[in-house]
């Protein structure tokens, strides 16, 4: 199964409390900390929701 290698690029300070919620449940939690999860839909949907936060590569 495909990981993502997901990264904080942007502050959640002002963003709204849903998307600072999905950042912190993703594991993140300092601008410049990554971590892998697996690609499945529920994490994909949890990106997408704060997208304009994170950068996300795919690794196989």
């Known amino acids: 199964m495909k990981q ?3 990264k904080l ?3 959640t300070i002002g963003s709204k409390p849903v998307h600072r919620k999905n950042v912190e449940a993703l594991g993140l939690k300092k601008i410049g900390q ?3 999860r ?3 839909p529920i ?3 949890m990106i ?5 936060l994170l950068s996300v590569e795919e690794l196989d």
């Open 38 to 40: 697996q690609d499945t």
């Open 48 to 52: 997408a929701k704060c997208s304009h």
């Open 9 to 11: 690029i942007c502050s």
């Open 34 to 36: 990554e971590v892998l």
């Open 43 to 45: 994490i994909r949907g």
């Open 4 to 6: 993502l290698k997901i």
